[in-house]
């Protein structure tokens, strides 16, 4: 895919987790700085279209980006753990019909 490379306008009233590409709100931070004033100096990158960008930003949209990694993060985990118990799940029912059929030996350990 071609990579895009833009310096955003800091003043135009955009959410930072939106690409302003291809409208993916899959954009992450890739780094981020203090910059002048109540600002930061953010290094953005959409790993849908590759798009990647810059801006320094007030505090209010970074807040408001941290909020959403922050969500996304929590949404991440609550999958992460219900996949953990499904596999659980799956695991020791396997294990239970082994070894109500004495499929299970010694040497298995």
């Not at 955009?14 to 993916?24: Q, Y």
């Not at 969500?71 to 070894?99: K, P, R, S």
Request: proline share 6%; net charge negative; hydrophobic share 45%.
């Amino acid at each position: 895919m071609e990579n895009h490379e833009q310096i955003v306008d800091p003043a135009a009233p955009v959410e930072l987790h939106v690409c302003p590409v291809c409208t993916s709100d899959l954009v992450q931070p890739v780094d981020w700085a203090p910059a002048a004033g109540k600002s930061w100096l953010v290094d953005l990158r959409c790993p849908e279209c590759r798009w990647v960008g810059e801006g320094t930003y007030a505090q209010e949209q970074v807040d408001r980006f941290d909020d959403v990694l922050d969500e996304g993060t929590e949404a991440i985990l609550a999958e992460l753990m219900e996949l953990t118990q499904a596999n659980m799940e799956e695991y020791v029912e396997a294990f239970a019909t082994a070894l109500r059929a004495d499929a299970v030996l010694p040497e298995d350990f």
